[in-house]
């Protein structure tokens, strides 16, 4: 199967400031890249994702890009505010006989006012 | 309005006591999912479905059942559940297997004494 590494696990910036999260797969033939942000006691959302046709994908602060060759991806927040505080997940997802889905262990972003 | 909904939110039972976690979603998805959150292990797919009557194994199965008897139903049952399957359950569905964003329902907190 698949196995999806994440780091930092927690992460802490300052208001403004930028964040990133990487994470790295092992398998080639994953083909789909979501990440989630998950609020204490809520149900994880997407945010953004990107298949494995694109290198880049950009929707306002967020932005994913992904190394298809290093089997990596990463997460970048700009500009960042005391609601992005969440914890975030990335995700590889493995069509396989139907769509597993592989996720990383969470990084903690904390933004200090 | 479009949801995906578990019942119960929490609950608490002994182990070896049969029981089922309902999932229903409204917005005639095709595939459906369950997982297990766990702290510092993210989200496991235990198991997901393409289709009415089409199910497949995750990447943790172990001790868990499904059906897909009508697309808006997915009941995860856990037959003898052990103290080791305490955890929170989240039920995600998407419109179809390559549509691939999911949405999550609010989740079900699961403890086994």
């Known amino acids: 199967g698949e196995n999806v590494e994440q780091h930092p696990s927690t992460l802490s910036v300052q208001e403004g400031d930028s964040a990133v999260i990487k994470c790295t797969y092992s398998d080639s033939a994953s083909n789909y890249f979501p990440w989630y942000k998950q609020e204490l006691g809520k149900r994880p959302q997407l945010i953004i994702d990107?298949?494995?046709?694109?290198g880049e994908k950009k929707d306002q602060r967020i932005a994913v890009t992904l190394n298809k060759t290093a089997k990596h991806f990463s997460l970048h927040i700009t500009e960042t505010q005391p609601e992005d505080s969440a914890v975030y997940f990335c995700?590889?997802?493995?069509?396989?006989?139907?769509?597993?889905?592989?996720f990383g262990t969470g990084t903690s972003l904390t933004v200090i006012p | 309005e479009a949801q995906v909904t578990q019942n119960p939110r929490y609950l608490i039972t002994v182990t070896g006591k049969k029981l089922t976690v309902t999932c229903s979603q409204n917005m005639n998805h095709e595939y459906m999912s369950w997982y297990r959150q766990d702290p510092g292990l993210g989200l496991r797919q235990i198991y997901y479905?393409?289709?009415?009557?089409?199910?497949d194994k995750g990447d943790v199965p172990e001790g868990y059942k499904v059906s897909r008897k009508e697309k808006r139903n997915f009941p995860l049952i856990l037959e003898s559940p052990s103290p080791n399957q305490t955890s929170l359950y989240f039920c995600a569905s998407s419109r179809t297997v390559h549509s691939y964003e999911q949405y999550f329902g609010p989740g079900t907190r699961l403890t086994v004494t």
């Open positions: 990107i298949r494995s046709n694109v």
């Open positions: 995700a590889a997802s493995l069509p396989l006989t139907g769509n597993q889905f592989y």
């Open positions: 479905s393409m289709n009415v009557e089409v199910t």
